[in-house]
């Protein structure tokens, strides 16, 4: 408990100061320790090892070359779709993209430069305990 009220007043002294982090800074200590991926076929094999299935190899890079790389995994009740982006750009196109969507929309997992989409919570809860990231559910 000691720990965690001195920690608390440090914070809280560092942010009445102003002399905290930059927002970059910030977004370095984030994904310093996120898992990155070079595709989706990458991520594929971290789906499966952590115990969800996903027989599809069919992988679609879009742009050809260098650009985002999908993936749907299947399309039973837990289907599971994946984007691995090439740049902060794309990855922030990504985020943006599903945030902006409305009614239907589905549930969504993402970390550094990925994202999972299913129609449940459910394979992303589990898949967030293995790979970590932040779920955002439907509006």
């Not at 942010?15 to 910030?26: I, S, W, Y």
């Not at 589905?106 to 992303?124: D, G, I, Q, S």
């Amino acid at each position: 408990m000691p720990r965690t009220t001195t920690a608390l007043l440090a914070l809280s002294a560092v942010v009445l100061t102003g002399c905290g982090p930059t927002t970059d800074e910030v977004t370095s200590m984030v994904t310093a320790g996120a898992t990155t991926y070079d595709d989706a076929l990458e991520l594929r094999e971290d789906i499966i090892a952590a115990g969800l299935q996903c027989p599809s190899t069919d992988q679609r890079v879009v742009p050809a070359e260098d650009g985002i790389a999908y993936l749907v995994c299947n399309k039973g009740m837990t289907a599971i779709a994946m984007a691995v982006a090439s740049s902060n750009e794309d990855m922030e196109e990504l985020v943006s993209s599903r945030n902006n969507t409305g009614p239907g929309s589905t549930p969504v997992l993402h970390a550094a430069n990925w994202m999972v989409v299913a129609r449940h919570e459910a394979p992303l809860r589990q898949l967030q305990t293995e790979l970590g990231g932040t779920i955002i559910p439907v509006p």
